[in-house]
């Protein structure tokens, strides 16, 4: 038999602190998805969504969660049926009677149940947070389901239930992370750390992009993470300038910086660190140059997380600091700095945010501004910090000594009571340092 992951009490938690938030009539509908087909017959890798394992811990695809608080029951969840011969092909399902008593859940059905009973659970409440918009069949299951309850109710004046999206709720309180998720982040950012720090030791030249990108999963799974957080940017040379380059099949060459953006999915939690790093170990003057202007800009940017501060104030910042680094460069040369700045002309080699919140999602959910007022870091808040710098090499107006240079350092920063906590610092990122390891 498989085990749960984590401990069934952590979900309970959370489902009290989300009753706890909502109004009475309220009632959310989770599904767990299902793994979308690769080709043919063969479908990708399954992968809970996040809000459905947030709140139940149920690994299994195609099973459902209506959570009712305050009702009874409150906690109902359909799961695919326990059935031998599909064991047999596909391994362990935990079956209705094992996932109420393993998981903790009032009431069990298996998901072919589904439909029937949902109308008579949602028919008790009078309004339903579901996501539309990311499933079509499952948003047409609701809506089908949804006019059968004005079916039931119409009759007696209500009108169709009000369909509201349970992130009013969720991303506040994924946002904040508890002690135990802080313990997982950290552990998933040192998985990843130390798996960069072997990149950085093993690339030669003539080694192909891929291996890299192999070896990264490799060093992650060996230390327990179940796959990467996202697709992995292993990015040589100019490649380093496409910001989500993710072919990962070029070779490496003598010269070249690589740019390595890759997280670890550990126990659901993301990491995310970018690093760049000389494939044949030591850094040329311009690449030093431009990387010790991008470096400058994000310790300066780390060390002003904590609470109180917010994106838009450090967003701000970083638009200015990295126009000086360009400045420095001996790019712009002709205009002002407040010239490039309100023309945004810095956008053209830097051209993304400063980060966003970390989470079950590597772009986690969570407000960044909420009534047009900038939303405050707090005590518990993940977030990255990852200004960079990329020049093409074709670009007319560079230096000639930065072009086809694509340079990012990402951190991953947990705001603490007082300031911050790096949760990836084990991974070098002075020049240095750097150098020494290959
Ligand atoms: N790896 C994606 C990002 O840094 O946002
Ligand atoms: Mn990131
Ligand atoms: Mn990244």
Redesign the pocket.
């Known amino acids: 038999m498989r085990q749960p992951l984590l401990d069934k009490e952590i979900f309970k938690k959370r489902r009290d602190k989300l009753k706890e938030q909502s109004s009475p009539g309220d009632v959310f509908v989770f599904f767990s998805g299902s793994a979308p087909v690769r080709s043919n017959d063969s479908n990708y890798k399954f992968r809970v969504s996040n809000d459905f394992f947030y709140l139940t811990g149920y690994e299994e695809e195609n099973a459902v969660l209506i959570f009712r608080p305050g009702m009874k029951p409150e906690t109902t969840v359909f799961v695919m049926p326990k059935d031998p011969v599909m064991e047999t092909w596909e391994g362990f399902l935990y079956g209705p009677d094992m996932a109420k008593t393993e998981f903790g859940f009032d009431q069990t059905y298996t998901v072919s149940k589904f439909e029937e009973n949902a109308v008579a659970l949602l028919t008790e409440g009078e309004r339903v947070y579901y996501r539309m918009g990311l499933s079509d069949s499952d948003d047409k299951k609701i809506l089908g389901i949804l006019n059968k309850v004005l079916r039931k109710k119409g009759r007696k004046g209500h009108p169709f239930q009000t369909l509201l999206d349970p992130a009013v709720y969720l991303a506040e309180m994924r946002r904040i992370k508890d002690e135990q998720e802080i313990k997982i982040m950290q552990e998933s950012g040192d998985i990843a750390a130390r798996a960069h720090i072997e990149l950085m030791k093993a690339v030669k030249p003539g080694m192909n992009e891929r291996e890299l990108a192999g070896l990264f999963i490799y060093q992650i799974m060996k230390q327990g993470a179940s796959a990467e957080a996202y697709n992995s940017i292993v990015a040589t040379g100019n490649n380093a300038t496409t910001l989500h380059y993710v072919f990962n099949d070029c070779e490496c060459k003598s010269g070249d910086l690589v740019l390595v953006?890759a997280g670890a999915e550990y126990k659901y939690m993301a990491s995310?660190i970018?690093r760049c790093f000389p494939v044949s170990g030591k850094f040329s003057q311009p690449q030093k140059d431009m990387y010790n202007e991008v470096l400058k800009v994000q310790k300066d940017m780390v060390d002003l997380v904590k609470p109180g501060a917010s994106f838009k104030e450090l967003t701000e910042k970083a638009n200015t600091a990295l126009t000086e680094s360009l400045m420095n460069l001996g790019f712009f040369k002709g205009s002002s700095k407040d010239e490039v700045l309100e023309k945004q002309t810095f956008k053209k080699y830097y051209p993304h945010g400063l980060?966003?919140y970390?989470g079950l999602d590597?772009?986690d959910i969570g407000y960044y501004e909420k009534n047009n007022e900038p939303k405050p870091f707090e005590e518990g808040v993940v977030l990255?910090i990852?200004p960079g710098l990329y020049v093409p090499e074709n670009d007319e107006s560079a230096p000639k000594e930065f072009k086809g240079i694509g340079i990012r350092i990402?951190d991953d920063v947990l705001v603490t009571n007082s300031g911050n906590k790096i949760l990836t610092s084990l991974v070098p990122k002075e020049v240095s340092e750097i150098e020494s390891l290959n």
């Open positions: 953006d995310d970018t980060g966003h970390l590597v772009h990255t990852e990402e």
